[in-house]
């Protein structure tokens, strides 16, 4: 395996990654699939557009597009998808996120799924940045589903042959899918961003003790020290009751480290308790931005120095707060596709 440091600076390396990019004519191709043909669900289409236009770069793919189909929502709310271009023995990659409307979109994708399928395509690749009911991964109480299993049968059951996705609430849903697949992270995007910014007397704070794991390996990365916000959720409420600070932020400057915001509940009291604790600027990042619309309030709330987040699911320009900036998985996502398509390794993009 080459090393970044042997072949390129920090500034070559492909956004996301720990691997330089390389020139498109030295790239080993050892395709043994059809012809690549991406489609970009209606969650995905500034994101997939994005994709299909590095990919595009290539030689190779230079006639690479987003596939044109029709999606019509029936009186009766039934979605109906009709391909407006054949995919019979080309390799697809079908780029939905599950964005809101969660469930309309998850019902689009997996008939477009079963539509790739009947039109005989050789293999379906389903790129879905960010996997709803990822955090109902266990039976934690009496009489309840696991949701995150039932989402990966029904994947599997539509037709996919393998999945992409970035950064999972657990690592053990991989287990869930019977099928192939790449779990990726945005931890190096995010990383390097932060890192970039020189954020003096910094200390990285998880915002709970689940996320204790990833927030040593935050700290690890920045070379600075580690504090944990420890949090009890009670009865299933919606805003988790925060307990108390794990660590010392006096006079220092605070990253707040989580995966996904929802309710932006659980941030609002941990830049509750590291204020008190006596922090400076206080700096959120996490990948997932699955914003309800109580969590614009509470962002702007915590008057954060920045916030920092992937593009995993789409956010229209008039919700942006002025402290948010917004990293692009498409670098990420889009060398993954042509490695998968060719036949290279994956892990190789973050030194695995």
């Known amino acids: 395996m080459m090393k970044?440091?042997?072949m390129a600076s920090e500034d070559d390396k492909i956004p996301g990654t720990n691997f330089p990019a390389q020139p498109y004519d030295q790239r080993p191709s050892r395709m043994r699939f059809g012809k690549m043909k991406l489609f970009c669900g209606s969650a995905s289409h500034e994101l997939g557009a994005e994709i299909a236009q590095i990919i595009s770069r290539n030689e190779p793919y230079k006639d690479i597009h987003p596939g044109y189909y029709e999606r019509t929502m029936f009186s009766n709310e039934n979605i109906f998808v009709k391909l407006n271009e054949s995919v019979r023995g080309r390799d697809v990659y079908l780029i939905q996120t599950m964005a809101s409307p969660i469930h309309e979109n998850f019902m689009e994708m997996l008939i477009m799924i079963d539509a790739l399928k009947r039109d005989s395509a050789w293999r379906i690749n389903l790129v879905v940045p960010y996997l709803s009911y990822a955090r109902s991964d266990k039976k934690d109480q009496p009489r309840v589903p696991i949701t995150a299993r039932l989402v990966a049968n029904l994947i599997e059951t539509a037709g996919a042959d393998r999945y992409i996705t970035i950064d999972l609430h657990s690592g053990q849903i991989q287990g869930f899918f019977n099928i192939p697949g790449?779990?990726?992270t945005a931890f190096h995007l995010l990383r390097d961003y932060v890192r970039s910014k020189k954020i003096p007397d910094?200390?990285?704070?998880a915002t709970d003790l689940g996320f204790a794991k990833q927030g040593r390996n935050w700290a690890a990365a920045l070379d600075c020290p580690l504090a944990f916000v420890e949090k009890r959720r009670v009865d299933n409420k919606e805003r988790p009751e925060a307990l108390s600070l794990i660590g010392d932020v006096n006079g220092k400057n605070v990253?707040?480290?989580?995966?996904?915001?929802?309710?932006?509940?659980?941030v609002l009291n941990a830049v509750r308790v590291v204020r008190e604790g006596g922090a400076r600027d206080i700096y959120f990042a996490f990948t997932h931005g699955f914003f309800s619309d109580i969590a614009f309030q509470r962002l702007a709330e915590a008057e954060l120095a920045e916030i920092i987040f992937t593009n995993t699911l789409p956010l229209a320009p008039e919700k942006r707060l002025p402290n948010m900036t917004i990293l692009s998985v498409a670098p990420m996502l889009s060398e993954v596709i042509l490695r998968a398509h060719e036949g290279r390794s994956v892990g190789e993009l973050f030194n695995e």
């Open 202 to 205: 910094l200390v990285v704070v």
């Open 255 to 266: 990253l707040l480290v989580d995966d996904e915001v929802n309710t932006a509940g659980s």
């Open 4 to 6: 970044m440091d042997a």
């Open 182 to 184: 790449d779990a990726l």
